[in-house]
Nanobody, 126 residues
């Protein structure tokens, strides 16, 4: 059984920064791509960034490119999302999720991910 636990959310002013963490259980963590999704009220859950098992390949949605950085530390079984220059439109619940297929693919469909964390709220005030 794999468990993903997000942390690091909170309330921040526009222009500020936050770092989210996704801590995972499981011995094969480094084999899998991890994605960060977000869901704002009344909107679909969207992929904002993903990172391959090795950390060498990354994807960013256009809306966060240049402001967010995804990384991972496989020794700690943790994936990070560093968010800078935050905007009110970044307000959402942020989730991490595992892509069960080996190899890196850009998978935007949330239904293709098999394990999810409980989410962490990020609120950006104007």
């Amino acid at each position: 059984q794999v468990q993903l636990v997000e942390s690091g959310g909170g309330l921040v002013q526009a222009g500020g920064s936050l770092r989210l963490s996704c801590a995972a259980s499981g011995r094969t963590f480094s084999s899998y791509t991890i994605g960060w999704f977000r869901q704002a009220p009344g909107k679909e859950r969207e992929l904002v960034a993903s990172v391959s098992g090795s950390g060498d390949s990354k994807y960013y949605a256009d809306s966060v490119k240049g402001r967010f950085t995804i990384s991972r530390d496989n020794a700690k079984n943790t994936v990070y999302l560093q968010m800078s220059s935050l905007k009110p439109e970044d307000t959402a619940v942020y989730y991490c999720a595992r892509d069960p297929r080996l190899g890196f693919r850009i998978v935007k469909n949330k239904d293709e991910y098999d394990y999810w964390g409980q989410g962490t709220q990020v609120t950006v005030s104007s």
